[in-house]
């Protein structure tokens, strides 16, 4: 029998299903990798909004941790919602001295505007996350907040991956373009060259999720041993069609879907799931 790839992320829960822990499991099986997650705050939220958030102690998330790396080995590793310092300050401990490839998502702030990470964590994760991660993955604000200059152009984000792998000591980055006009253009740098992965901007609101399903891809093909380049370049496939197909569900911003194109009666027209 062929080695079974195994990832693990360590995030918030979304119990509307289509962002954080829930979208990660969702998609590394869709991506034929065994995922495993733990949890670091229980988050009440829909396609609305963020109504609650309940951090988890962090003995607890050790504990979860403790249980799944004494047994499981992954093979790749992600982190999404890291909502404290105290949370940051375990993770940097255990991940200190793994050798697995570590994805971070630097959630920040919700398509909502709802916030998911404390204001003092964030510098924690530019200080102390980033130099142990293989990629990391910001969006515009994100990568901003990062690099601490405004990011409008193509430049300026070929700048801020520069600038987070270079001086900030991440192993690769990819400044996400979702949140700019035109083109929707991520821009990849990994220590030695610049990469660029583009799709035409698709009109929709249903983009919940959208970050975290693109990092779980991009975890679940680095735990089957691809390289950071090909990785990112399966996520952007994924994540558009994705975001094509994305799924008319909920009252607010739907859930992304990568089988909504099975629910099309003609190729190529939308089907709303409420029909
Ligand atoms: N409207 C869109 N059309 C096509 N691709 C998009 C759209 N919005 C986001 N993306 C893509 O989705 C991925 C996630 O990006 P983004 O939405 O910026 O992340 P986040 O969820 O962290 O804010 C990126 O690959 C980005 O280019
Ligand atoms: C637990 C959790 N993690 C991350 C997000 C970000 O998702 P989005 O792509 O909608 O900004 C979220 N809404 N909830």
């Given amino acids: 029998m062929k080695s079974i790839p195994t990832a693990l992320t360590i995030a918030g829960t979304d119990p509307s299903g289509g962002a954080g822990i829930q979208a990660d499991l969702k998609t590394f099986q869709e991506r034929e990798v065994y995922g495993m997650s733990v949890i670091t705050s229980v988050v009440a939220q829909n396609t609305l909004g963020v109504k609650d958030v309940e951090n988890l102690p962090v003995h607890f998330i050790e504990k979860q941790f403790d249980a799944v790396w004494e047994d499981i080995h992954p093979q790749a590793i992600k982190t999404g919602m890291i909502a404290t310092v105290e949370m940051m300050e375990l993770l940097a401990r255990k991940l200190e001295h793994s050798s697995v490839p570590y994805v971070i998502d630097p959630v920040m702030v919700a398509k909502s505007g709802d916030t998911l990470m404390e204001e ?10 980033l130099p142990l991660s293989a990629v990391v993955t910001p969006n515009v604000p994100e990568a901003e907040f990062l690099v601490g200059f405004p990011i409008r152009h193509t430049n300026d ?12 000591g991440a192993g690769a980055a990819v400044v996400k373009g979702g949140h700019l006009d035109g083109e929707a253009l991520d821009v990849l740098y990994d220590g030695n060259s610049f990469d660029y992965f583009k799709s035409k901007r698709i009109d929709t609101k249903h983009t919940h999720g959208t970050g975290c399903t693109f990092s779980a ?19 952007k496939q994924y994540i558009t069609d994705a975001i094509e197909y994305s799924l ?12 909504g194109y099975r629910l099309l009666d003609v190729p190529g027209q939308r089907r709303s799931l409420h029909d």
Avoid at 157 to 168: D, M, R
Avoid at 248 to 259: A, Q, S, V, Y
């Fill in 157 to 168: 984000a070929e700048k801020a991956a520069n600038t987070i792998v270079t001086e900030l």
């Fill in 120 to 129: 003092s964590s964030r510098a924690m994760v530019r200080d102390v996350l």
């Fill in 217 to 235: 891809v991009i975890t679940a093909e680095l735990a089957k041993g691809k390289s950071v380049k090909e990785s990112v370049a399966l996520a």
């Fill in 248 to 259: 008319e569900l909920g009252k607010g911003n739907g859930p992304t879907n990568h089988w």
